[in-house]
């Protein structure tokens, strides 16, 4: 009996990751992912030090990260551990680029997340005051955020060279915004879009207000008076330009799709412009 | 020709060519240790033979490029991979011995792809590893990061 349950000890011993000299378990953790390696490291104590190492999170930080840091506004801590440097940059988004954007990590992944400030966009009549303003906000990440007083287009671009991306990575594009005055933006949908090198991959429509946030009604002057007016539900706004806007079976427009704003959890809102892809930038000098 | 000898005493002559893939081999071969049978004390003789069959199909990797046997090579490593956990882990301890780069790479590659996405229970019962973290020592970790411990991904089956 005695002898048996020895032999079943060693048994159940012999084939565990953690007779793995530490830098084998350390390499084989690093082939996996951020996601994973912290969940294994709930797996046993051995795991647990490996899933710490410097070895294994070198892999999931970015390779240029240095060169990014670098040029970085925001005073970053040293981090003794790798680790603790990947979960600081996941969670606090250091400015870059001489504050136009901002750099994170996302946590599942690491993979290089950019955000393009205001300052970064290309705004038409952004200088002039009648149209836009200048701002800062507490809420903000950035120095300053444009607030739109009133435009006749509403015309928003940005761009980002593809090369500081992260490769073989399927990105997504967002705006986000939030509302002070929601005058001019429940009457039609918005056309957004992303593209490489010029080339436009991904268009969808959307009502960057929120359909909570929507009146049911809005005044407009009729003869000197003031009229209510039932607003048309988005559904119907859609139908209606859809009509105007698109010729009978426009094959690109026809696939494009609705997209309604997401509160995120820092209070602003956002909408996705599209999705796109990158393999490996070797062609591009 | 150079002979090499697993930790049960038994030799196997494998050609230069091949066995230079390992580090280890090749600078003992360049310091001039290499005149007679070289003891590999850590590993066994059914390791050793898998060992000599990567190194034999990964002679000449460059001209494999050349000729269009990349495909082949591919095929030859998946193949190759397809292992118990036991034998595996055995693999990747004698080409960490050795120092063979590649076949490092290639087996902690397909350790990582059976562990990837599994969950806290399947990765012990896969790898028969005891917890033996406290109560305490767990909610810490969980704390630490609580968003990798739930989403549908998860997968808790064994295989």
Redesign the interface.
Known sequence: MGNERSKKVK???????????G??AE???????P??V????????S??SAAVSDSVWEKFLPSDLQSIIATSLSPIPHFPLKKDLY?YLCHYPILIDAGLKSFSLE??TGKKCYFLGARDLNLPWSDVAQYWNWISRPDSRFPEVAKLNQVWVLDIQGTIRAGVLSPQTSYSAYLVYKFEDVYGFYHRPLVVSVGVSGFQLDQRITFMLPVERRPQQYYHIEDGNWESVYLPSYPQQLLHWQRRHMQGNDASLMQSFVQHPKLRDDGWLEVELGEFFLLEMKMIA | MVKLKSNDDKEFEVEEAAVIQSEMIKNMIEDGCATSVIPLPNIDSKTLIKVIEYLNKHINMGKAAETGEEDDLKEFDEQFVNMG??EL?DV??AA?YLNIHEL?ELC??S???R??????RA??EM???????TEE??QE??N??P???EGPE?DDTVN
Not at chain 2, 115 to 120: D, E, G, R, T
Not at chain 2, 127 to 133: E, M, R
């Open positions: 048994k159940s011993n012999c084939n565990c990751l953690s007779l793995l000299p830098d084998c390499k084989i953790l690093g082939f996996t992912s996601v994973d912290c969940r294994f490291s709930l797996v046993s104590k795991l647990q979960v946590k599942w | 956990w036991e882990f990747i301890m960490n490092m902690c590659q350790a990582a792809d562990l990837k996405n599994k969950s806290v990765v012990r790898l028969k590893i005891t917890n033996d973290l020592e767990e970790i969980i630490d990061a968003w990798a411990f998860i």
